[in-house]
């Protein structure tokens, strides 16, 4: 079982920066790919970003590519979202999740464990 806790959001201007973490408990994530999603009200939760067990290999999705970076520590068992240049689209409850195996996904079917979500809104 791993318990994951986002933390970092907030209210930020169009063009600031936020960093979002993910701290994991119960078991090293270590062996686990690492996923940001986020949801907007009334709209489906969406791919962000994602990390592999190998830290240097991350994907994105179009929306945020060029502006978040993904990373993780995985001896303090923490994932982090670095946002910059954000825009008011922006604007979901952002969640970490945890898929068993190295490879991470898009799919958000094959996360297992999910954080309870943190804020961020973006003004205009």
């Known amino acids: 079982q791993v318990q994951l806790v986002e933390s970092g959001g907030g209210l930020v201007q169009a063009g600031g920066s936020l960093r979002l973490s993910c701290a994991a408990s119960?078991?090293?994530?270590?062996?686990?790919?690492m996923g940001w999603f986020r949801q907007a009200p009334g709209k489906e939760r969406e791919f962000v970003g994602a990390i592999h067990w190998n830290p240097s290999i991350t994907v994105y999705a179009d929306s945020v590519k060029g502006r978040f970076t993904i990373s993780r520590d995985n001896a303090e068992s923490t994932v982090y979202l670095q946002m910059n240049s954000l825009k008011p689209e922006d604007t979901a409850v952002y969640y970490c999740?945890?898929?068993?195996?190295?490879?991470?996904?898009?799919?958000?079917?094959?996360?297992?464990?999910w954080g309870q979500g943190t804020q961020v809104t973006v003004s205009s």
């Open positions: 119960g078991r090293t994530i270590s062996s686990y790919a």
């Open positions: 999740a945890a898929k068993p195996g190295l490879i991470a996904a898009v799919d958000p079917r094959g996360y297992v464990y």
